[in-house]
């Protein structure tokens, strides 16, 4: 399985969205300040994910959401209570 992911920073409330294979070692290597992008804003929770069968379905969706800011905003209305819920 693949998963696109929304993680969110304790640090700055900001979001930040991946994919990978193993989605509990994405985590802990977010957390753990081992991802380029992400590792001045440790420690992170995951507040959304979903799920592919295949990479290159995955990879698109990912895209498309960090393309697209009506992706984006449209994902955010869907989960805004998991959103407030890691305040």
Not at 35 to 49: H, W
Request: glycine share 4%; aromatic share 14%.
């Amino acid at each position: 399985m693949f998963y696109v992911y929304v993680i969110k920073s304790r640090k700055d409330n900001k979001l930040y969205i991946g994919y990978s294979s193993d989605l509990k070692k994405r985590l802990e290597s977010h957390n753990k300040g081992g991802v380029k992008s992400t590792k001045s804003r440790v420690n992170f929770d995951l507040i959304y994910y979903e799920a592919y069968a295949s990479m290159s379905d995955a990879k698109t969706r990912e895209k498309q959401i960090k393309r697209f800011s009506g992706s984006y905003n449209h994902l955010k209305k869907r989960i805004s209570n998991s959103l407030i819920l890691f305040k």
